[in-house]
């Protein structure tokens, strides 16, 4: 299926690579669908978390992972079974296409769950919002089909188009790995999730006004900017940060958050808050969760340009997390212990350009955000980012440029600031679904 995404969240993984994924992540895809709020257009949760663009990495082992070798075997018993399970992918790919081009989602609805489906309208919603004009599957390969009972798993390379209004056009070619359900006698998809990545080369270095100093480039990311950290047991994230006054000159996205797992895994648990600048210059400001391969959600905490937020993230025990965000400037807090199963192996402190499915969103005029008291709990020791030696993550724009650059880590080892360039961003297809 054509997802638009970095990863991402999915999350990122940064540039293809966390969405999708859908903000998983995730993914990404990575996705992380983020949550993209509303834009005038009714712009739907990311992912991503996943489920975005392509890596660009010397330490590529830290956010790359290698795209599976093709392979052209179906496996399965009954071979109607499998010839069943590719006809719906199939259809649901000629739908998806038919569906854009209408603009009548429900065109979709007959080979897909109902969440899976509300996970393509958001897709689909996310894509006209970022100027896509138009859709289409130009190549798909089938790489392997097995079917156990009332389930199936089918795996694809996909190559789609996305054609611009400007005229422009992208091409992305990504891994597809479906999971498909029997419900009343037919196969329908119920979640597809795209892991592979693509790279670029860096390109020149735009102006940048970075309060601090700029981190050296050891990683770059198509939807990622901020510090991660891996190597080990990660059973808690925290960071506290002001919320960004964002430009309305235009439309655009960003997410600021805290998160675990998903750097080179699928999975990736995170919250934070995002901003969301409409065609009419409006912004919206939201605070949001996601765990991936599930589309984020907005939550209850209110938050407006220059609030102070704190959110953790933090492992109870199993498969318990209690997640914790709280609105400094007006006291508000929020919290829930949700159930998801991680990986525990890293931990991020992120600015994001928000994808949905496998498109990202251009990254608006955030200016700088600054993050402070960045911490994580691995192998049951609280550390800072300097202790974990957490990563820089600088994002580039399809030329290789970098849209958002990190400062350093600050000398009491848990501050740093991400400012924006004066870089193009545009929307961007290929990579893993994370977040929106």
């Known amino acids: 299926m054509f997802e638009g995404d970095p990863t991402a969240t999915t999350p990122m993984t940064p540039l293809a690579p966390p969405p999708p994924p859908v903000r998983k992540g995730s993914g990404i895809p990575a996705g992380r669908l983020v949550a993209l709020g509303l834009l005038a257009f009714v712009l739907a949760a990311f992912s991503g978390r996943i489920d975005l663009g392509s890596l660009v990495s010397t330490a590529q082992s830290y956010v790359d992972r290698a795209a599976p070798a093709v392979q052209t075997n179906t496996s399965s018993s009954d071979t109607a079974a499998v010839a069943a399970v590719k006809d719906v992918v199939q259809r649901a790919n000629e739908a998806q296409v038919q569906a854009y081009a209408r603009n009548d989602p429900t065109l979709m609805r007959a080979t ?10 958001q897709t689909n919603q996310g894509l006209q919002s970022s100027g896509a004009q138009s859709i289409a599957l130009t190549k798909l390969e089938w790489v392997d089909v097995t079917v ?29 790995e ?82 675990i797992g998903g750097l080179t895994t699928n999975d990736l648990l995170q919250a934070g808050t995002q901003a969301m600048v409409d065609g009419s210059g409006t912004v919206e400001y939201s605070s949001w969760i996601e765990m991936l391969p599930q589309s984020s959600r907005n939550v209850p905490l209110s938050v407006s340009a220059g609030d102070s937020v704190t959110v953790t993230i933090t492992q109870q025990g199993g498969n318990d997390w209690l997640i914790a965000m709280k609105n400094n400037t007006t006291n508000g807090s929020y919290s829930v212990t949700v159930q998801y199963s991680s990986s525990n192996s890293s931990a991020e402190w992120v600015q994001e350009a928000p994808s949905v499915g496998r498109g990202v969103i251009s990254l608006d005029q955030f200016g700088t955000v600054k993050f402070s008291g960045a911490s994580a709990v691995r192998d049951g020791k609280t550390m800072s980012l300097s202790a974990l030696g957490a990563k820089a993550i600088t994002m580039i724009n399809g030329q290789g440029q970098a849209i958002a650059q990190p400062s350093t880590i600050a000398s009491d080892g848990s501050s740093f600031t991400i400012a924006r360039t004066d870089a193009t961003s545009s929307p961007q297809t290929g990579g893993r679904r994370r977040r929106p």
């Open 148 to 176: 156990s009972g009332t389930t199936a798993n089918a795996v694809t390379n996909e190559t789609w188009r996305t054609t611009y209004t400007d005229g422009s056009v992208a091409d992305s070619t990504d891994r597809n």
């Open 178 to 259: 479906y999971t498909l359900v029997l419900q009343a006698g037919a196969w329908k998809i119920s979640a597809d999730v795209q892991p592979t990545t693509q790279i670029i080369t860096p390109g020149t270095a735009p102006s940048v006004t970075q309060p601090g100093t700029p981190a050296s480039v050891t990683s770059s990311s198509s939807n990622w900017s901020g510090y991660a950290a891996n190597g080990g047991t990660f059973t808690s994230v925290t960071a506290t940060w002001t919320v960004p006054t964002v430009s309305a000159t235009s439309s655009g996205a960003d997410a600021t958050w805290v998160g």
């Open 112 to 121: 897909a769950t109902t969440s899976y489906y509300q996970e393509l309208v």
